[in-house]
C-alpha cells in the first residue's frame, strides 16, 4: 500500500539545479521518464555532478525536478541535482537558478518497483493544504515547482516489506 507518512515544512537556500530538461515527447510508452533515468546511471552523469561539490545543510539527493503551468505544452521534467548558486553546469547540461524558500514535502511509503508511489501529486497536494501549507509557489509564468528528491537511504534502501520512501517536494510562496 502507499501512503504518505510524513509532511512537514523544509526550507532551502537559493540552488542551482543542474541537469537535463526534458518535456512531453521525452516521455516513453509508459507515460514517464524512465527510460530517461535508464541513460543516467550508465552513463555516469549523476557522477558529473557529484564532482562539482555539494550544498550543505540541506537534504540532497538525484531530482526529478518538474515545474509547469497546467498544460501538457509547458511541462518540464529535469533530471539533476540542486548545487551552490553560481556552480558552472558541464557541457550538454543546463541550468535554473531557484530561489530560497519554504517548500512542503510530503515522504511517500511504497514499492518502488511497481510505480505506485509516483503518481501522488494530487494527494501530495491535498496533504500539504490539510497541514496549511496549500500557499504554492508559481513564478512570472505561472509555473508551479516541485521535485521527486530521491535520498539515499530513504529511497536507495527498501524495508522488510519491499518499500521505499520517496520524498515529495512543492514550493511554497
Known amino acids: 500500500m502507499t501512503e504518505i507518512i510524513k509532511t512537514y515544512k523544509e526550507t532551502l537556500p537559493a540552488?542551482?539545479?543542474?541537469?537535463k530538461r526534458y518535456g512531453n515527447s521525452d516521455r516513453d510508452e509508459y507515460g514517464g521518464y524512465g527510460a530517461k533515468w535508464s541513460e543516467w546511471f550508465p552513463n555516469g552523469w549523476?557522477?558529473?555532478l557529484e564532482k562539482l561539490g555539494a550544498v550543505r545543510d540541506i537534504e540532497n539527493g538525484c531530482l526529478?525536478?518538474?515545474?509547469c503551468d497546467g498544460t501538457d505544452e509547458n511541462f518540464e521534467y529535469w533530471i539533476g541535482m540542486f548545487l551552490p548558486p553560481g556552480t558552472e553546469a558541464p557541457e550538454g547540461y543546463e541550468f535554473l537558478d531557484l530561489e530560497g524558500g519554504d517548500v512542503g514535502i510530503c515522504w511517500i511509503k511504497g514499492n518502488r518497483d511497481d510505480g505506485s508511489i509516483y503518481g501522488m501529486h494530487e494527494k501530495c497536494v491535498d496533504e500539504l493544504?490539510?497541514?496549511d501549507m496549500?500557499?504554492?509557489m508559481y513564478d512570472e509564468k505561472k509555473y508551479l515547482y516541485h521535485f521527486e528528491r530521491y535520498?539515499?537511504?530513504?529511497?536507495t534502501e527498501k524495508d522488510s516489506s519491499g518499500n521505499a520512501?520517496?520524498?515529495y517536494g512543492?514550493?511554497?510562496?
Not at 526529478?64 to 515545474?67: A, D, H, P
Not at 535520498?151 to 529511497?155: A, E, Q, S, T, V
Not at 512543492?170 to 510562496?173: E, N, P, S
Open 15 to 19: 540552488l542551482r539545479l543542474i541537469g
Open 46 to 48: 549523476f557522477e558529473v
Open 64 to 67: 526529478g525536478f518538474m515545474r
Open 129 to 131: 493544504k490539510k497541514n
Open 134 to 136: 496549500g500557499n504554492f
Open 151 to 155: 535520498n539515499c537511504p530513504r529511497f
Open 165 to 167: 520512501i520517496l520524498d
Open 170 to 173: 512543492i514550493y511554497l510562496a
